[in-house]
Nanobody, 122 residues
Framework: QVQLVESGGGLVQAGGSLRLSCAAS??????MGWFRQAPGKEREFVVS????????DYADSVKGRFTVSRDNAKNTLYLQMNSLKPEDTAKYYC?????????????????WGQGTQVTVSS
């Protein structure tokens, strides 16, 4: 069964760091990405990465603070989040696409994880 399992969320003070992980089982995807959704807000694109080639695309709001990486041997996606801000508080979702190399459109992703909560206190 193909699934994505996120881990690594938690509570951190502003300025702190967290690293999220997303383990993909059962399939290798063309690209993977991270999205987030805060209460009362729409889902927001964070970053995407092409599986082969490693091309990345970051939302402006996280550029320079977040770093995405991928261990193809382990089929695992990571998101290193530094200099966290209270506005980064959200549930973070890992997503995977079988059709697109990397995209900001949530609709292009075929599979989603269950999400992991990140809370940044001021």
């Amino acid at each position: 069964q193909v699934q994505l399992v996120e881990s690594g969320g938690g509570l951190v003070q502003a300025g702190g760091s967290l690293r999220l992980s997303c383990a993909a089982s059962g399939h290798t995807f063309r690209s993977m990405g991270w999205f987030r959704q805060a209460p009362g807000k729409e889902r927001e694109f964070v970053v995407s990465i092409r599986t082969f080639g490693g091309n990345t695309d970051y939302a402006d709001s996280v550029k320079g603070r977040f770093t995405v990486s991928r261990d193809n041997a382990k089929n695992t996606l990571y998101l290193q989040m530094n200099s966290l801000k209270p506005e980064d508080t959200a549930k973070y979702y890992c997503a995977a696409s079988t059709q697109f190399d990397y995209t900001r459109s949530g609709g292009a992703y075929d599979l989603w994880g269950q999400g992991t909560q990140v809370t940044v206190s001021s």
